[in-house]
């Protein structure tokens, strides 16, 4: 069974800096497009960033872009979450996710969060103004 336990999370003051890391295990993931979300109180779960099978391509929020890096190692089921110049706005649970149904895709059609599967338990992140 497909297992991603997300990690890294914490607090931190605006400007500061964090780095999230997604264990994956149960099956291969080198396969997938790999995504982070994040869901604040009151909020919807809404994508952050997603890297394809390969790592050759990537895809940001607006409100995040230029901030946070997205990347993974294949051959330790690893992706990871970069996160510079955080600000308030940013505090939320972080999840990370794969797109089971599309393998070797590396498109923008399927970024949305109804699309992936395999939902760890997710890592807190708070920024301090």
């Known amino acids: 069974q497909a297992q991603l336990v997300e990690s890294g999370g914490g607090l931190v003051q605006a400007g500061g800096s964090l780095r999230l890391s997604c264990a994956a295990s149960?099956?291969?993931?080198?396969?997938?497009?790999m995504g982070w979300f994040r869901q604040a109180p009151g909020n919807a779960r809404e994508s952050v960033a997603a890297?394809?099978?390969?790592?050759?391509?990537?895809y940001y929020a607006d409100s995040v872009k230029g901030r946070f890096t997205i990347s993974r190692d294949n051959a330790k089921n690893t992706v990871f979450l970069q996160m510079n110049s955080l600000k308030p706005e940013d505090t939320a649970v972080y999840y990370c996710?794969?797109?089971?149904?599309?393998?070797?895709?590396?498109?923008?059609?399927?970024?949305?969060?109804?699309?992936?599967?395999?939902w760890g338990q997710g890592t807190q992140v708070t920024v301090s103004s």
């Open positions: 996710a794969a797109d089971f149904n599309h393998p070797f895709y590396s498109g923008d059609s399927y970024l949305s969060p109804q699309n992936f599967g395999g």
């Open positions: 149960g099956r291969a993931f080198s396969s997938y497009m």
């Open positions: 890297i394809n099978w390969s790592g050759a391509r990537t």
